[in-house]
């Protein structure tokens, strides 16, 4: 079994763990795992008779089942053919259908938990101030996925079967509102550090009415889950989510202090979109498998998917900045290393080519520099590389899956992080 190298990015040094071996999927790089879909066709396929590996590479990977249950299954290395990685394991669906999924599709399964939220949130968040809701209501209502609610309702009922809950609890509901509101908080004020103007195509909070309003309609948003969050009345929680506030403002500073610097490094963007991104991510699947009770291993497991799937999203989210229209991403295109924001697609190309380190720190100072920046970026393999990153990090949010039993909450799950892969193919 190869070690995985892996950082801790909370506190930033280098560790290594060996992931448990089971389930044909590990070991594999994502990017050969088969297509899946979920809930309603999973039932119908148990028992068909063989599934495999996805084709490509250096080995075959041969899983065997039984008629009527989910069988036993030997992988075989894909480094070295006929190598036996691990014994019996379960062995996931066969190949369903090479459709690429769509998050409505993957939350089909929990889509009455996230109908249920979407009426809570404007209760939740309040009416006493009646322009701070609208400017909150700007947000809610601008075609977000509500990703990070779904998580917490996907991990919350995959891993009830493990301590023999059979329903969510008043705890987790709650957390999946406190998480969308501070996801929401978070997103204004970016808007307004960013001096962004659009967002998913509509107007941003600060642009409608004002900085001081977004401003304040962020901050209400911050004190209203935190106040929320203490009535949940489990300090591992409170100190967990209370983290992923500190770790915003940690990822805007940072961001803040090295734009335009060409000598930054990977670990640091990493890092910083930790801070930024993952942390809250982590924090969801975490809190949702602590109110399930489960194990403190298991609840790791999830606070590594969950960290790992959301460094996968931020990657592939800058690999889009790039490659996108205008149209596509809601914004303007390349508008991060406008800014001077240096994304992981920059790193890998200021590796191979020094003229754009010049129009970097230029500051795109001459007309035309920042398209030809876009352009040496594009044809230095700065993409290919950033794509490459992407996928290692999805591989390690798969094996940290593995811990939990088969269903259809568990398909959505690993559905998740094929999507995201899926918007840079």
């Known amino acids: 079994m190869m070690p995985a190298t892996c950082h801790n990015l909370e506190f930033g040094r280098t560790a290594f763990a060996d992931f448990a071996a089971c389930g044909c999927s590990f070991n594999s790089p994502f ?53 036996l990685l691990n014994g019996d394991a379960p062995c996931p669906p066969p190949v369903l259908s090479e459709k ?95 001096e962004s103007d659009m967002r998913r195509g509509q107007e941003t909070v600060h642009q409608l009415y004002g900085t001081r309003v977004a ?6 948003m911050f004190a209203q889950s935190s106040w929320y969050l203490a009535n949940l009345e489990n300090l591992e929680v409170i100190k967990l989510i209370s983290q992923v506030i500190k770790d915003f403002a940690s990822g805007e500073i940072k961001q803040a202090s090295s734009l335009f610097d060409c000598d930054v490094k990977l670990d640091e963007y990493l890092i910083k979109s930790y801070y930024k991104t993952a942390s809250l991510i982590a924090a969801s699947t975490k809190g949702a498998a602590i109110f399930s009770g489960v194990s403190n291993d298991i609840s790791e497991q999830m606070y590594q998917y969950g960290k790992n799937l959301g460094l996968s999203f931020q990657v592939v989210d800058d690999i889009l900045d790039f490659t996108q229209s205008a149209e596509q991403l809601g914004k303007p295109a390349g508008s991060d290393l406008a800014k001077g924001n240096l994304t992981a697609p920059v790193i890998f190309a200021l590796e191979k080519d020094s003229k754009l380190r010049d129009i970097i720190e230029s500051e795109f100072c001459e007309t035309g520099s920042l398209n030809e920046a876009i352009e040496l970026i594009m044809n230095s ?18 094996q940290c899956l593995q811990c939990l039993p088969q269903s259809a909450f568990r398909l959505a799950l690993e559905g998740m992080v094929k999507f995201n892969l899926e918007r840079i193919d």
């Open 31 to 83: 990017d050969r795992f088969p297509s899946r879909n979920y809930a309603r066709k999973v039932i119908r396929s148990v028992n068909m008779g063989y599934c495999g590996g996805g084709g490509g590479g250096g080995g075959r990977r041969l899983c065997r089942r039984r008629d009527g249950d989910i069988a036993k299954c030997q992988v075989f290395s894909t480094e070295a053919p006929g190598t």
């Open 100 to 194: 690429k999924e769509s998050t409505t599709d993957l939350f089909e399964v929990v889509s009455d938990d996230l109908l249920t939220l979407n009426k809570n949130l404007q209760s939740i968040v309040g009416a006493d101030n009646p322009m701070l809701m609208a400017a909150a209501e700007q947000i809610f209502s601008a075609g977000g996925k509500r990703m990070r609610p779904a998580l917490v309702f996907l991990v919350s009922r995959a891993t009830l079967a493990l301590t023999g809950l059979e329903e969510l609890t008043r705890e987790h509901r709650r957390l999946a509102e406190i998480i969308e509101m501070i996801h929401t908080a978070s997103l204004i004020h970016d808007d307004v550090l960013d």
């Open 215 to 220: 401003v304040l309609a962020g901050d209400f």
């Open 381 to 398: 393999g700065g993409i290919e590389r950033a794509q490459i990153l992407a996928k290692q990090k999805a591989d390690i949010a798969i």
